[in-house]
């Protein structure tokens, strides 16, 4: 398998929100501006690759040769909540204004699943650094772009005459399920 | 002892400590130095959001206040008590901010104006103001009488009485949302130790005044003259009053031949006429 059909795979075919339903928190969360929504998936790229990175490190030459794989998910949280810190601390100081357009999205990343389920699954496949890397931008990438195409959806749905029963997060929920519909073409794209 | 259990709690233990090390160092090298008072400022201010100072909220009031970029009597909201608790706060002890209220520059009410046609609809002056010749009132620059000032204050301060939007001095906080929502750019903030006041927007000439109001500024500048100080100005037929000179003495009030410059909402036209 090459890097190409990892990243695609990652983005298009097995994408984190709508095929796998990882980070919904944030995808019904952070949704309803397509601007929000670009700078959550930005943020969200960057820390993912960082993490995906870090992981990895740690997974082979921390959790392997001292045999406690099963240790992995607290481990992996741990990396997780301090790159999320360090990022922040980070943006805040080299760039207040792109820290201000995050806002508390930034934080928010933390307790986002698809940091950790890529994470996860990187081990589980056995991807080596590079591989591990690419997969999780990939995940990113994907993340974003269902974000900010569901996004876009949903300000037009504002301006639509919705049944009262339907208003707000049931046709969000609705809108989500036919798009994870629609994503269900790529699954052709690679073959197995 | 069995090394499955020191093998963990030393590996993620010294994760754990490294980490956090880690995060204390950046936390001091990364530190963005914020000033103290920011917060500080900030429990001094009213908390309202209205946005009546001109920055984004009280957060960046605050902040502006403290930067020096704003004066500490600029929040028009909070009064007088605000301005000497942000005072205390930076250390300065300047003037008390003069109080300030919303000010509607018509009086031609329903009995004193003409209308162009009979208007039947939504009651919104910005719609109103849209349609042919500026609204149904056939002065284009008076009140249209919609209420979107009233709606628009937070405080309850402006009653439409007679097709007219008046302001109640006492409630009024001088945020400033009627004077950005009127579409006709009616209303303005005038100071409250001040009572005289020109209750007319109109830019036409005298006779175009006379034949849509009553009781509009014709631009005769009798009021000019009256003034011993010279603090009212007749700009474009319009009489317009220098605050920061008028001392309150009426004289310009007593002259007015429509009664448009007001002392306390009252026209003194009357009374001038009865002492005559």
């Known amino acids: 398998m090459n890097l190409a059909v990892v990243f695609v795979g990652a983005a298009l075919v097995n994408n984190f929100v709508l095929s796998q339903f990882l980070g919904i928190c ?61 990022v922040e601390m980070f943006i805040k100081k080299s760039s207040p204004t792109l820290y201000q357009a995050l806002g508390v999205y930034l934080p928010l990343i933390t307790t986002n699943c698809a940091v950790l389920g890529v994470a996860v699954l990187n081990m589980t496949s056995e991807y080596n650094f590079i591989y591990s890397v690419v997969n999780g931008v990939g995940a990113a990438v994907g993340f974003t772009l269902a974000i900010v195409l569901f996004a876009g959806i949903r300000e037009r749905i504002e301006y639509n005459n919705i049944p009262k029963a339907f208003q707000g997060f049931p046709m969000a929920l609705l809108t989500a399920g036919l798009m994870a519909i629609a994503f269900l073409g790529f699954s052709g794209l690679i073959s197995q | 002892m069995d090394m499955s259990i020191i093998y963990p709690i030393i590996s993620l233990g010294g994760m754990g400590i490294l980490f956090g090390l880690g995060l204390g160092f950046a936390g001091v090298k990364f530190k963005v130095p914020q000033d103290e008072r920011v917060p500080l400022v900030r429990d001094a201010l009213p908390g309202a959001n209205c946005g009546g100072c001109g920055f984004a909220g009280c957060d960046a009031l605050a902040t502006a206040i403290v930067e020096g970029n704003a004066s500490i009597t600029a929040c028009p909201v909070g009064g007088a008590s605000t301005v000497e608790k942000i005072g205390e706060i930076m250390g300065l002890t300047a003037e008390t901010g003069e109080r300030q209220a ?14 162009q046609y009979d208007y039947k609809g939504l009651e919104d002056c910005r719609l109103m103001a849209q349609l042919a010749g500026g609204g149904s009132k056939s002065c284009t620059y008076g009140c249209l009488g919609g209420g979107t000032c009233a709606k628009a204050c937070p405080f309850d301060a402006i009653k439409m009485i007679d097709g007219i939007a008046k302001v109640d001095q006492e409630k009024c906080t001088a945020c400033g949302m009627c004077v950005a929502t009127c579409p006709k750019s009616l209303i303005e903030l005038v100071p409250c130790s001040s009572d005289v006041r020109v209750a007319c927007n109109s830019r036409d000439n005298g006779k175009v005044v006379r034949s849509n109001c009553q009781v509009g500024c014709i631009g005769c500048k009798l009021c000019e003259k009256a003034c011993p100080i010279e603090a009212v100005k007749v700009e474009g037929f319009l009489a317009k009053i220098d605050y920061e000179k008028c001392t309150g003495c009426n004289a310009c009030a007593l002259k007015c031949p429509t009664g448009v410059i007001k002392v306390k909402g009252e026209s003194l036209k009357k009374e001038a006429a009865k002492s005559a």
């Open chain 1, 26 to 86: 944030p995808f019904l969360g952070v949704s309803k501006k397509v601007e929000t929504a670009i700078g959550m998936g930005l943020a969200v790229i960057f820390v993912i690759a960082m993490a995906c990175a870090a992981t990895n490190v740690v997974y082979n030459f921390i959790l392997v040769p001292l045999d406690i794989i099963y240790l992995y998910n607290i481990a992996f949280i741990l990396i997780i909540a301090t790159l999320v810190q360090l």
């Open chain 2, 102 to 115: 919303a000010f509607v520059k018509c009086n031609g009410g329903l009995c004193n104006s003409s209308y």
